[in-house]
């Protein structure tokens, strides 16, 4: 079903940057939420055609969560969580990502019912705490897994490179702009990069060449500089030295990339 939702709307080439994605799961995981409660009524939940109460809290758990989700995505996982140094996510990171979020949305969720007239005629105890427990893990969970690889099928993140390794496997896949600079050293590549809104530089081993990279890098602006790097001219803070012993200042790094005499006439025109 996702293929042929891919093919119909691939004629329009939306791609994504990071954070469109997180905000369209966001939204879109919200209404999903709304709209699978109202025409499923699952786990018992019933209400009359004139219950406008129980409705409005209804929509209030879903603005919930997508407000809950949002925050998650675009302050705790872009900002406050490269703050702790955390930035590598293995299969236990994931699983527990997706944990905290449900809990967190179950714990506003409850404050709300706890807030809203219906606590008084239904006590915010245990009962009504497990039926939250519920909703998250079988409805929201599903719900969020879906949409996100919804999203990433339909629309790809924005200019996506792929640089493939050579024995395929540890391919890795990059934002043009999130990459600072390759250098390689034998069969193996050392990619230097960025994520988001975090400016610390990460680094990624793949076994490649430089043939290899240059090739897959051959429709992006990015430029080899040295018989050992290629650069990626939107990073370059300065062009030092003449064209015999030029040198690049990259942002965000202490390391001075060499050029070579036959590269030097592009990187003379980056001078400031």
Same mark, same amino acid.
């Given at each position: 079903?996702v293929?042929?939702?891919k093919?119909?709307?691939s004629?329009?080439?939306?791609n994504?940057t990071r954070?469109?994605?997180?905000?369209?799961?966001g939204?879109?995981?919200?209404?999903?939420?709304i709209?699978?409660?109202?025409t499923?009524?699952?786990f018992g939940i019933?209400?009359?055609?004139?219950?406008?109460?129980?409705?409005l809290l209804?929509l209030a758990?879903?603005?919930a969560?997508?407000?809950?989700?949002l925050c998650?995505?675009?302050?705790v996982?872009?900002?406050?969580?490269p703050k702790?140094?955390?930035?590598?996510?293995?299969?236990?990171s994931?699983?527990?990502?997706y944990?905290?979020?449900m809990?967190?949305v179950?714990?506003?969720c409850?404050?709300?019912?706890?807030l809203?007239s219906?606590?008084?005629?239904?006590p915010?105890?245990l009962?009504?705490?497990?039926?939250?427990l519920?909703?998250?893990?079988?409805?929201? %969970?599903p719900l969020?897994? =879906?949409?996100?690889f919804t /999203? &990433? @099928?339909?629309f790809?993140?924005?200019?996506?490179?792929? #640089?493939k390794?050579s024995?395929?496997s540890?391919?890795?896949?990059i934002l043009p702009?999130?990459?600072f600079f390759?250098?390689?050293?034998?069969?193996?590549?050392?990619?230097y990069?960025t994520?988001?809104?975090?400016?610390?530089?990460?680094?990624?081993?793949i076994?490649?060449?430089?043939? %290899?990279?240059e090739?897959? =890098?051959?429709?992006a602006? /990015? &430029? @080899?500089?040295?018989?050992s790097?290629?650069?990626n001219? #939107?990073?370059?803070?300065?062009?030092k030295?003449?064209?015999?012993?030029?040198?690049?200042?990259l942002k965000?790094?202490?390391r001075?990339i060499p050029?070579?005499?036959?590269?030097?006439d592009?990187f003379?025109?980056l001078?400031?």
């Amino acid at each position: 079903m996702v293929s042929n939702l891919k093919m119909h709307f691939s004629w329009s080439q939306i791609n994504l940057t990071r954070k469109q994605e997180q905000f369209l799961m966001g939204i879109a995981v919200g209404i999903l939420l709304i709209l699978s409660i109202f025409t499923l009524k699952p786990f018992g939940i019933r209400f009359k055609g004139g219950d406008t109460g129980f409705r409005l809290l209804l929509l209030a758990y879903a603005l919930a969560t997508s407000a809950v989700l949002l925050c998650n995505e675009m302050l705790v996982k872009n900002i406050l969580l490269p703050k702790f140094r955390f930035r590598k996510w293995s299969g236990s990171s994931v699983f527990l990502w997706y944990f905290y979020q449900m809990a967190s949305v179950l714990i506003v969720c409850f404050l709300i019912f706890s807030l809203n007239s219906y606590s008084s005629r239904l006590p915010a105890d245990l009962t009504v705490f497990m039926i939250g427990l519920r909703m998250v893990a079988f409805l929201l %969970a599903p719900l969020m897994i =879906l949409v996100s690889f919804t /999203i &990433r @099928k339909l629309f790809p993140l924005d200019d996506l490179i792929t #640089l493939k390794s050579s024995d395929k496997s540890s391919d890795f896949q990059i934002l043009p702009a999130e990459l600072f600079f390759i250098e390689c050293q034998d069969n193996y590549a050392a990619i230097y990069y960025t994520e988001g809104d975090d400016n610390h530089l990460r680094k990624k081993l793949i076994r490649s060449t430089m043939s %290899a990279l240059e090739e897959q =890098l051959s429709n992006a602006d /990015i &430029r @080899k500089c040295h018989r050992s790097f290629i650069v990626n001219p #939107l990073h370059i803070q300065a062009v030092k030295g003449n064209k015999k012993q030029m040198r690049l200042v990259l942002k965000n790094t202490d390391r001075i990339i060499p050029v070579s005499r036959k590269h030097s006439d592009f990187f003379e025109k980056l001078r400031k």
